[in-house]
């Protein structure tokens, strides 16, 4: 088991474009969370559908100052240049933290009741702090882009 790449979520997607009509609101200030993960995880991008169902239902990466659930994204928004579409937000800190082992982060929608997988971000190897600053810092492209025009 292991994280071994960041991704988006095939059935959550599919949902939201499709008829299912997923109620993830990406351009919301107050319904996108990230939640942080230890290497234990195993994701699947084609079949995982929520942060509250297996593997995201154990091996969380929390602790003093970061919540069970994770933080909220603020500032999240669309844009689209020469035919790539971004999806951004701002920079997450939290202070004060005391964390272990976090490898990855997953984004998931609060608008859902079942809190609908979004993106995983890994981060490539564990990060930790003792009293420190977790932050995460984008990147200048986005959190995820897509391209209109293949």
């Known amino acids: 088991m292991a994280v071994t790449a960041s991704g988006l979520y095939y059935l959550t997607f599919r949902d939201i474009l499709g008829t299912a009509q997923l109620a993830v609101d990406l351009d919301s200030e107050t319904t ?10 195993t994701p699947n991008f084609d079949t995982d559908t929520a942060q ?8 969380e990466a929390t602790g003093t100052n970061w919540p069970a659930g994770g933080v909220v994204l603020t500032t ?12 951004t937000a701002a920079n997450v800190s939290v202070a004060s933290t005391t964390i ?12 859902s009741t079942t809190k609908s997988c979004v993106c995983l971000v890994n981060f490539t190897s564990d990060y930790s702090t003792n ?6 810092t984008w990147n200048g492209s986005g959190i995820f882009t897509i391209d209109l025009t293949p």
């Open 32 to 41: 996108n969370k990230i939640a942080l993960y230890t290497n234990s995880i």
């Open 76 to 87: 999240t928004g669309f844009s689209v240049t020469t035919g790539t579409l971004s999806w």
């Open 52 to 59: 509250s169902a297996a593997p995201y239902n154990a091996n």
């Open 131 to 136: 009293n420190g600053t977790f932050a995460i």
């Open 100 to 111: 272990t082992n976090a490898r990855a982060g997953l984004i998931y929608g609060l608008a």
